[in-house]
């Protein structure tokens, strides 16, 4: 569904990622993880057009990713997007955060996406916050608000930024259970993430990033594991041992 084919991105006259070959299949969790700066984001925002790439490419089914292009229109609104940070309305009310796409961007009618943007805010277990605005939630809910927000586009598959690394710790568990009950439903999930044993439950492949280049990918039994590169064993020693 997703494949990174020689991708090059530079920001100047930093290159941050030096010729990416990755791909994500129909119904598979991939979790990316690496180092602050590896070029973890970025993978993600060229999937959806949020930056142009110099060089390679990038395809959601078969199309090439062009931000410039009529077509990025159709990609974003098959492969949504959840930010570290919500990037919720704050001057609409949940349930006008959650319609605001199927409404306005794909032209659905509002009482349809009303009646589906409360079926999917039961889903994450928001029902009684249609109401609200995103300054009364807590963290932990206004992310569940914008996964819901993501799923009312009916997207083929979903890209997730480091969706908990801006909550609180007791706030995490909450997002997690609503990312693991859509990777049993079959989602395609292309997930950065520090939560490494979230990634090793319910990634399908674990991809290690570090300088603008995988390193190394696998199962997680494999890569979280077992890891045979001596950078992925570093890193992770760090994560996990942080006080060592």
């Known amino acids: 569904m997703i494949e990174f ?32 700066g590896s070029g973890k ?4 925002r060229c999937v959806n057009g949020l930056e142009n790439y110099q ?11 062009n931000r410039d292009d009529k077509s990025i229109q159709q990609v974003r609104m098959e492969v949504a997007m959840v930010f570290q940070r919500f990037n919720l309305f704050p001057h609409r009310t949940v349930l006008e955060n959650v319609i605001e796409g199927p409404v306005y961007v794909k032209g659905e009618k509002k009482p349809s996406a009303e009646k589906r943007g409360r079926e999917l805010l039961e889903r994450v277990g ?13 963290g932990g809910q206004q992310q569940r608000v914008a996964i819901a927000r993501a799923l009312a586009m009916q997207p083929r598959a979903i890209l997730f930024d480091e969706p908990t690394s801006a909550l609180d710790p007791e706030l995490v568990g909450e997002v997690l259970t609503v990312m693991r009950d ?18 090793r439950e319910v990634a399908d492949r674990v991809l290690f990033i570090d300088g603008g280049v995988i390193v190394e990918q696998g199962p ?17 020693h760090r994560v996990l041992h942080p006080i060592d």
């Open 41 to 44: 984001s970025t993978m993600l």
């Open 220 to 236: 997680p039994s494999e890569v979280l594991v077992r890891p045979s590169h001596p950078r992925t064993q570093d890193f992770l």
């Open 126 to 138: 928001l029902a009684e916050k249609a109401s609200a605005h995103p300054q009364q939630l807590s």
């Open 55 to 65: 060089k390679g490419k990038v395809l959601v089914e078969g199309q090439a990713v």
């Open 5 to 36: 084919q020689d991708v090059h991105k530079s920001f100047g006259a930093l290159e941050v990622l030096k010729g990416v070959n990755a791909t994500v299949g129909k119904g598979e969790v991939v979790c990316i993880i690496g180092p602050s």
């Open 182 to 199: 859509l990777a049993k439903e079959g989602m395609t999930m292309l997930i950065v993430t520090h939560e490494i044993a979230f990634a």
